[in-house]
């Protein structure tokens, strides 16, 4: 089985995000970076998928600069069989569809694996991108996988509200994983220690057929701005019967909710 | 100058979803005097689509047949040979699970943009301008959509306000027919497991009530499920609860579960870990009942009680039955 996913540099979630005083940028040098944590999802799966499915590879997609190289040495150190970084820093989600499109379409692999979104931009955007722009099925944020008896389509699940779908879908197919799909393996020493020794090919979006025009972005930002501070809250004195109280009558009164 | 703007209405039980009439009242807004027009899919959108009364779509198009089963490819279809033929300025869809299946295959196939989880969305000088947050939540990045590019926008539920049109538009219910290409189903769902159960839907709940890993085991749980009960609320749970086993991932509210923004959310016993306040700190109105004043949920809450959970959210419990009766 031929097996691509595409993986993202983030900063951590945890990690402070500064924005300029002009609100005209981040100030995000020298932030604390991982692997986007739902690409994990998707790169444990492939890592499943090759172990199962005998003469099967697992080539890694990565946009951007050195960011990408990170993400590509974490998933050598995973025993990634190849890369391709695509050399265009600081492209949108859109864009990045695009590049991985223009290099997938050549051979398009029997599943192409990515997270369900990428926890900077929150868009949720590129596996569904990437799976029109190829021509191809996909499923939404997955949590569960297998491969159909056919060995021609993945049998997975995917929760919704109040349900979760059953979905037979046909390769190729881009597939876009949730949490709890798997638990992500740590790199092993041996594996870091391979990874040093394995390298990425770069390709730049010209190579790929690509142009300026379809690299610009897809929304023209204005502003950043750190998220609506809330006025000091009330804190509700009291024994619990009589805080309880009072707190209904808030929310009733003053809240007008309830 | 007038847009035309495609709304796309989700319905279940032989209703419109409620988040329906808030896409409804941006889309007028946004219409700025042109037709706004409503997408009903699959089956039972018809029956629907009476449930639209006179809230702000000038026609409602409704197709049932080929649409039995979903599948992501025919749903996209719909949508977007719709706008290929009508362009209008925005396809606008509720920030749910079909919206995170589609909205960016839609986007992809029409050359236009997607703004996911918007939470400001009104006509700016060059074009349509929105506000959605990004970092989960700890910035939040204002853009704008080029008049004459498509903007594909998903609305984040009880971010904007139900406005009940002044004149009711003449509505005409039209039927649409989709085209069914074999190649649609490449991906079907073979199966639909319901949830059970009687709660409201946690990313759809007006109210939310959730507990934290304070209350020590699942089946303390219960004082959480009582005054979620009693309110007719969803209840909610913190990734450490959820991880210490005491409620299943499903309730987990916070970066890696659900997102909600309900009216009004109560946590019990959960300290607010950014990754934990990701999921609901636009929540309208935040209770926070914890024995730690030094809490950092106590920092956005608007109401709180420093206290023993163990009985203050009980007390709350009798004290909402109470006003509740009446």
């Known amino acids: ?258 | 100058m007038p847009n035309e703007i495609l709304v796309i209405v989700e319905h279940a039980d032989g209703k419109p979803k409620r988040t329906a009439f808030e896409l409804l009242s941006v889309a007028v807004t946004l219409a700025a005097g042109g037709e706004v027009h409503a997408m009903m899919l699959g089956p039972g959108a018809s029956a629907a689509a009476r449930g639209l009364g006179e809230w702000g779509a000038h026609f409602v198009h409704t197709a049932e047949a080929g649409l039995e089963n979903y599948t992501s490819l025919r749903w996209t279809r719909a949508i977007a040979d719709f706008a290929a033929a009508r362009k209008p300025a925005a396809i606008l869809m509720a920030a749910g699970s079909l919206a995170r299946d589609i909205a960016s295959r839609v986007a992809m196939r029409l050359g236009g943009s997607l703004a996911s989880d918007c939470v400001e969305l009104a006509l700016g000088g060059a074009g349509l301008k929105l506000t959605r947050p990004i970092y989960a939540g700890r910035a939040r990045v204002t853009a704008e959509a080029a008049s004459g590019t498509l903007l594909v926008a998903t609305l984040r539920p009880n971010a904007f306000t139900v406005v009940k049109p002044a004149m009711s538009a003449a509505r005409i219910v039209v039927p649409l027919m989709v085209a069914e290409k074999p190649e649609d189903l490449r991906a079907v769902v073979l199966e639909v497991a319901k949830a059970g159960g009687t709660r409201p839907e946690l990313a759809e709940a007006s109210i939310v009530v959730s507990g934290g890993r304070s209350l020590g085991s699942a089946e303390n749980f219960k004082i959480v499920y009582d005054l979620a009960d009693a309110l007719g609320a969803a209840p909610g749970a913190s990734r450490a609860a959820v991880d210490a086993g005491y409620a299943p991932h499903s309730m987990q509210v916070g970066q890696t579960g659900k997102t909600v923004n309900p009216v009004l959310y109560i946590a019990c016993g959960i300290s607010g870990a950014i990754q934990h306040l990701a999921g609901m700190r636009t929540s309208k109105y935040i209770v926070a009942i914890n024995k730690d004043p030094n809490a950092p949920i106590l920092k956005l809450a608007d109401y709180a009680i420093v206290g023993d959970l163990f009985q203050v959210v009980p007390a709350l419990t009798e004290e909402f039955k109470r006003a509740l009766r009446g």
């Open chain 1, 1 to 258: 089985m031929k097996i691509a996913v595409c993986l993202k540099l983030v900063p951590a979630t945890t990690a402070d995000i500064k924005i300029s005083s002009d609100g005209q940028s981040l100030q995000l040098a020298g932030v604390e970076t991982i692997v986007s944590p739902y690409d994990e999802y998707a790169l444990e799966a492939a890592l499943k998928l090759r172990e199962t499915n005998a003469g099967s590879s697992i080539q890694i997609i990565a946009i951007g600069g050195d960011d990408a190289l990170k993400c590509i040495h974490h998933a050598f150190a995973l025993m990634a069989d190849s890369a391709i970084q695509i050399k265009a820093p600081g492209v949108d989600a859109r864009a990045a569809a695009r590049c991985a499109a223009a290099v997938l379409k050549t051979s398009v692999p029997d599943v192409i694996l990515c997270g369900r979104q990428a926890v900077d931009d929150d868009l949720w955007l590129f596996p569904g991108a990437l799976a029109e722009a190829l021509d191809v099925p996909h499923a939404t944020a997955i949590s569960s996988l297998s491969v159909a008896p056919s060995g021609k389509a993945f049998h997975c699940r995917r929760r919704i509200e109040g349900a979760e779908q059953s979905i037979e879908i046909q390769m190729p197919a881009v597939l876009s994983c949730d949490k709890g799909l798997n638990e992500p393996r740590a790199p092993t020493l041996k594996g870091r220690l391979d990874a040093k020794k394995k390298q990425a090919v770069a390709k730049t979006p010209a190579e790929l057929g690509l142009s300026d025009a379809d690299l610009q972005p897809a929304l023209k930002v204005t502003r950043y701005a750190p998220p609506p501070q809330k006025s000091p809250g009330k804190i509700v004195q009291g024994e619990p019967a009589q805080a309880a109280a009072e707190l209904v009558r808030l929310l009733r009164e003053e809240a007008k909710i309830v």
